[in-house]
């Protein structure tokens, strides 16, 4: 059995992956990176470990992004929730955030 943390969806187009760093907070305060990959579509934005999925969101729950220091890109959902993800390949991330209508902070 082939285990997969997603797959692109009919009529769902991959604008860019790349592999990055899914930041969390241990005992709410550490930050601890979660290597994985960064998955970005015409409809959606993907974190997955592995097997793993750390998030799904539609891009219209996405409000903004913001790139920051250290590579780090920030995105924000309408439930102002903030999500970190950061890695050597931003760039490309952030182009294709963009392309997808996803607004700049």
Known sequence: ????????????????????????????????????????????????AGVSLFFDYPLSEIISFSAGVGNTITLTTTDGKTSKITGMFNKKLIQALERAGVRRA
């Open 1 to 48: 059995m082939n285990l997969k943390a997603w797959e692109l969806r009919a009529n769902e187009t991959l604008l860019e992956e790349a592999s990055a760093s899914y930041i969390t907070k241990t005992f709410g305060f550490i930050p601890k990176g979660n290597p994985g990959k960064l998955h970005i579509t015409d409809q959606r934005v993907v974190f997955t």
